[in-house]
């Protein structure tokens, strides 16, 4: 490569609002359902229905564009994109061009570079369409209206970001800032947040933008690093080899880490947007937005001062507690019912993230219940179990939410309490295993450990190793 | 006959006196299309069945007290672009031609409410695009009052079946004059109620900032009375008026208690500009002599300069098609309604199903529509037009500075002949220039009849009044009413 290039990243990221009803009716936005059973005249765009604005979604959509910073547009309109398309009942979308509820934002975002202020053009809120189901036996399209009309914000960043890096640390900042206000799950494999990515490449130095191509259809952070990657080096070979980039939208293939041409801006459709006549200008007063202002919960940032002022845990365990807002709430709540915050805190960083990992799972997947985590809590601390008990029950409690105090009784895995039946089952494997007791005799301190283990399997793991450890070396 | 002759109001008080019978008057009524709807074709959908059935069950409530409503068992017509639970609703296009809606419109459910019976669905301009009912894809209405003439549109079904006594009322809707220029037409009373009055909810939307259902009715008083029924605050429609709230209710909605024989002190403007060239010299004559007569009972009358008045028609078609191009999206072939029988792929299918479903006048203005949103065109029409259209309001708003009302006439002829509009879309439009300002400006309007032509065709009269202002207008029309006295019937 002759010259140097720079990339130049923009993003438009959708993000699914948690409200329990749909943006213009009031049918239930909950996933599954069967088809068209949580629709209604309005959400399958049957004559004569009209539109009315839930407010939680106006609520949400603003608290989200206080939370990055952004103008809050105190008197915004929604407008009419006209598209035919069968998963788009009315054949235009609701959404907002002109008047967005939000712009001029920006968010701070923290990479080994630095630090960095990714600016927000816009936040505007928006219908989803339906979903087209082909069924290939009958070879027909279905149409299922549930999705139709659940609330979606788009919030448009200006081309700030340069790398891959930047780009994640973006959109995991979003998604905790978004997560901590309730708006959304933000879960990316599910949908409920998408992005897609523009991208452009300039030789360094250069002030104008290059031709920008937009990457769809990238469904986790990883999809999104390598479609980056990928489409960089795809373009700077394009400008290498003295071809032009065109103006296209293209759709990543994660699979085959790939991407084809969907679309080019000559074949872009004329959406004539207007203002939809259905629908009242919405006027935000003074005194609604302070109200919504006031309601801001408290970010992470905050949360971490607290959280090493009020329970002083190690800075370490902080930041993985925080990074999520289901795993802040899920400390505090077994704090607050009455664990020792280390001890909860050990819990949730150690094996929660070892078992996440694990099994490819994401915090916000984590199904136990606070009052279980507790109880298994003080089950160690009062030594009715062990540690090594302790930890095959909460791979049950991780995996299925039990009651541990139920679980233990039932399984009988409760801490064998009696020394004299303990010293009589290590007498008896001291007798059984003269090998290791000589080892350990001529100086094999480490032969003690075989020991324990036979003790401990001896016993079903049901007793104190310490316990174990002391008469052993009592004994021999 | 004798049934016939009665108003609505009329009607429900001999029921209410059990001197007649709802499934008498829902009868007699029958009769009647069974004796003119050969020739008129005022519905497109009677429901004769459900009518009875819906009479006996009213009777029984009305003999209980449950139903003790003004309009208790009186026979309605309901122009057919609202929606009707279970009953067809085609707004005269064959791209609705099979649609039997799953709910019902609010100021239909309203009216059922008040022990009303629908009878039918009445004909109209397809999706109310036309001014004299000849756009229909299933046949013209005919004048009552002379069958060679149109009865005017949209709401001619409606307009023509109560002059016909085909029902004792009907509800229609005003775009640009769907109400006041067929009622003009068909010597009866028409109101455009100020927007957001009644709820649009289930009301197929043509044009949806200017759209508003209306009565048609026999007098003022029946149109007072039915106001009070529709009107009313629907959370549903996110352009519906709380006309308890502070802003509208220092006019009132106790809409029958401006049935008062009184206008002393009513300051009347008279628009010069609504009595230029194009005005036909007899309806001229008769707006003015009906004006004189308010005078006569104590109204000031004056002539006022309104202004803009030629750039509302231009505005209007922007507008109101453009909302149109957008509104009728809907009608693909996906969900409901006519589907093409062959086709090659998704967008052949929209083709050709749009193309053999809808009628020329609505393609019009569809592509018209689209043209004015295209971008590029959009500040230059579409925004442009907006702007024309907050200058009008601003006009009226000087207006009624000074006027309680403004009137004029409701259109510059009396029904023109079946087939002489067609020919000459311009001409049609410009037809509109009395009655769309007012849909413009989201204003309250009457149309009530003031003579006949030499022709034998009624001739009407417009009254319009501020925004909310409805009491006015229908005191300054129950006034002149009474001055006028009963007009003459053509119920054959």
Not at chain 1, 221 to 240: H, N, S, V
Not at chain 1, 328 to 352: C, H, I, Q, R
Not at chain 1, 393 to 405: A, C, R, S
Not at chain 2, 222 to 229: K, P, S, V, Y
């Amino acid at each position: 490569m002759s010259k140097e290039y720079e990339t130049v990243i923009g993003l438009e990221v959708h993000v699914e609002l948690a409200t329990k009803t749909k943006i213009f009716c009031g049918c239930s936005t909950a996933f599954g359902g069967a088809p068209n059973t949580h629709t209604c005249p309005v959400c399958t765009g049957m004559p004569g229905s009209l539109p009315v604005l839930n407010k939680q979604v106006l609520e949400y959509a603003m608290s989200v564009g206080l939370a990055t910073n952004c103008q809050i547009s105190q008197y915004s309109k929604f407008d009419r994109k006209n598209y035919f398309y069968p998963d788009n009942p009315q054949n235009y979308q609701i959404s907002q061009l002109y008047l967005p509820i939000c712009h001029d934002g920006s968010v701070e975002i923290e990479t080994e570079a630095g630090k960095k202020s990714v600016g927000i053009h816009e936040i505007h809120m928006e219908e989803d369409a339906g979903k087209l189901i082909h069924d290939d036996w009958e070879d027909c399209t279905l149409v299922d209206y549930n999705r139709s009309g659940v609330p979606l914000i788009e919030i448009v960043s200006e081309p700030d970001m340069r790398s891959a890096e930047e780009v994640i640390a973006y959109l995991e900042k979003l998604r905790l800032i978004i997560q901590y206000l309730g708006a959304s799950d933000c879960k990316l494999q599910e949908g409920s947040m998408r992005a897609d990515v523009n991208l452009s490449i300039r030789e360094v130095g250069v002030a104008e933008f290059g031709t920008r191509t937009e990457m769809k259809n990238l469904n986790s952070f990883k999809a999104i690093a390598r479609a980056i990657e990928g489409e960089r080096i795809r373009q700077i070979d394009l400008l290498e080899s003295g071809e032009k980039v065109i103006q296209e939208t293209r759709r990543w293939d994660d699979s085959k880490e790939y991407s084809y041409a969907m679309r080019s801006k000559e074949d872009a459709q004329d959406y004539r947007y207007f203002p939809d006549p259905d629908l009242a200008p919405i006027v935000v007063s003074d005194a609604w937005l302070n109200e919504i202002k006031a309601r801001e919960p408290e970010f992470r940032t905050e949360k971490m001062l607290r959280y090493k002022e009020e329970f002083g845990i190690p800075d370490y365990d902080i930041d993985i507690l925080t990074n999520t807002k289901h795993m802040a709430d899920l400390f505090e709540e077994t704090v607050a019912l009455g664990s020792d915050p280390k001890k909860a805190s050990n819990w949730l960083m150690g094996e929660t993230m070892r078992l996440l990992k694990e099994k490819n799972m994401d915090p916000e997947d984590i199904c136990f219940s606070p009052e279980n985590l507790v109880k298994l809590i003080k089950l160690t601390d009062s030594k009715v179990i062990n540690s090594t008990v302790a930890k095959e029950v909460f791979g049950e409690l991780f995996e299925k939410d039990i009651d541990p105090e139920k679980y233990v009784e039932e399984k009988g895995l409760k801490t064998v309490n009696d020394e004299g039946a303990l010293r009589k089952t290590i007498e008896e494997v001291i007798a059984n295993n003269p090998k290791s007791v000589e080892d350990y005799h001529n100086g094999k301190v480490k032969a003690i450990g075989a020991l324990v283990g036979q003790t401990m399997k001896a016993t079903q793991g049901k007793v104190d190793p310490a316990m174990v450890n002391q008469i052993l070396k009592e004994l021999l | 006959m004798s049934i016939l002759s009665l108003s609505a109001v009329e009607l429900a008080a001999k029921i209410k006196a059990k001197e007649i019978s709802v499934l008498e008057a829902t009868q007699a009524v029958f009769e009647q299309i069974e004796k003119r709807e050969g020739v008129l074709h005022c519905y497109v959908t009677l429901d004769k069945e459900g009518a009875l059935a819906t009479a006996e069950k009213v009777q029984k409530q009305i003999d209980a007290g449950e139903l003790t409503g003004p309009l208790a068992g009186v026979p309605v017509a309901i122009k057919d672009n609202m929606c009707t639970k279970g009953l067809l609703t085609t707004c005269s296009s064959k791209i609705l031609g099979n649609f039997i809606p799953t709910y019902t419109a609010k100021a239909v459910e309203n009216l059922e409410k008040a022990g009303a019976i629908i009878i039918g669905k009445t004909n109209m301009d397809e999706f109310a695009m036309g001014s004299t009912t000849e756009t229909s894809a299933f046949g013209v209405t005919k004048n009552p009052w002379k069958e060679e003439h149109v009865p005017g549109g949209s709401s001619g079904g409606s307009a023509a079946a109560v002059a016909a006594g085909e029902c004792f009322l009907a509800l229609g809707s005003d775009t640009g004059g769907s109400i006041r220029q067929p009622a003009s037409f068909c010597g009866v009373v028409g109101m455009k109620p100020t927007y957001g009055t009644v709820s649009r909810y289930g009301l197929i939307a043509y044009g949806s900032s200017l759209d508003q259902i209306g009565p048609l009715t026999k007098d003022v008083t029946d149109c007072a009375t039915i106001m009070e029924i529709i009107a009313s605050y629907d959370g549903k429609d996110s352009t519906s008026v709380d006309r308890e709230s502070e802003l509208a209710k220092k006019a009132g909605n106790k809409f029958t208690d401006a049935l008062v024989n009184d206008v002393k002190g009513m300051r009347i403007g008279i628009p010069r500009d609504y009595f230029g060239e194009g005005l036909d010299e007899e309806v001229k004559t008769s707006v003015l002599a009906a004006a004189e007569e308010l005078k006569k009972k104590g109204a000031i009358v004056e002539e006022f300069d309104l202004s803009l008045v030629d750039y509302a028609i231009p505005a209007y078609y922007t507008i109101a098609s453009a909302e149109a191009s957008s509104n009728l999206e809907r009608f693909d072939g996906i969900k409901y309604g006519y589907r093409t029988k062959e086709f090659d792929g998704l967008h052949n299918m929209y083709k050709k199903t749009r193309s053999e479903g809808f009628g020329p006048e609505v393609k019009r203005r569809i592509m018209l529509g689209s043209f004015v949103l295209s971008s590029g065109y959009y500040d230059a029409y579409y925004l442009k037009a907006l702007r024309v259209k907050a200058l009008i309001k601003k006009a009226f708003d000087e207006a009624f500075a000074k006027y309680d009302v403004i009137l004029g006439p409701a259109a510059p002829t009396t029904a023109p002949k079946l087939g002489e509009s067609l020919v000459d879309p311009i001409q049609m439009y410009l037809g509109d220039i009395y009655t769309i300002s007012v849909n413009l400006a989201g204003l309250p309007g009457i149309c009530l009849p003031c003579g006949i032509d030499s022709k034998g065709l009624p001739i009407g009269l417009q009254l319009i009044g501020d925004c909310f202002e409805e009491k006015k207008l229908i005191q300054t029309a129950y006034a002149y009413e009474q001055a006028r006295g009963k007009f003459q019937t053509i119920v054959k």
